[in-house]
């Protein structure tokens, strides 16, 4: 006598699972990343009426509408990714016409720069006859 085996249908493979576990993964994600808050760093935008004053021993003209000077962790200006003494960036201030004065100076400090770095800079920008400082603190959430 043979024995027959009753035919069984082919297992179901279900999605919902596979969702759940990908929401709850997303859901994992979001709660645990950090953002940056991007509204704090201006925009540079382009320009084709105004120039960037040169950098020492540069002579090429850029165009752009803001001057960034990025302070080190020594404390040094750097412009362009050129480090400057504060002499030299005084006589590249002072170099710059009144139009390109009045444009904004953005300063943007490394966290471990000292506060009295950041003041030497805005005043000889200030002393230089910059029209409009702005200084830029970009923090890590913890």
Same mark, same amino acid.
């Given at each position: !006598?043979?024995? @027959?085996?009753?035919?069984? =249908?082919?297992? &179901? #493979?279900?999605?919902?699972? %596979?969702?759940?576990?990908? $929401? ?42 803001? !001057?960034?000077? @990025?302070?080190?962790?020594? =404390?040094?200006? &750097? #412009?362009?990714?050129?480090? %400057?003494?504060?002499?030299? $960036? ?53």
């Amino acid at each position: !006598m043979a024995l @027959r085996r009753p035919i069984t =249908g082919r297992a &179901v #493979i279900s999605l919902v699972p %596979l969702v759940d576990v990908l $929401l709850i993964l997303l859901v994992f994600f979001m709660v645990t990343s950090t953002y940056l808050d991007l509204n704090m760093i201006p925009v540079v935008e382009k320009a084709d009426s105004t120039n960037f004053p040169p950098a020492p021993n540069e002579n090429q003209d850029q165009t752009g509408s803001t !001057m960034l000077i @990025r302070l080190d962790a020594d =404390g040094s200006p &750097v #412009i362009r990714g050129k480090s %400057l003494s504060l002499g030299t $960036l005084a006589l590249t201030l002072k170099s710059m016409s009144d139009q390109e004065l009045s444009l904004p100076i953005v300063i943007l400090p490394s966290g471990r720069a000292s506060i009295q770095a950041l003041v030497s800079v805005m005043e000889v920008a200030s002393d230089a006859g910059a029209k409009s400082l702005r200084v830029v603190r970009l923090e890590a959430r913890q």
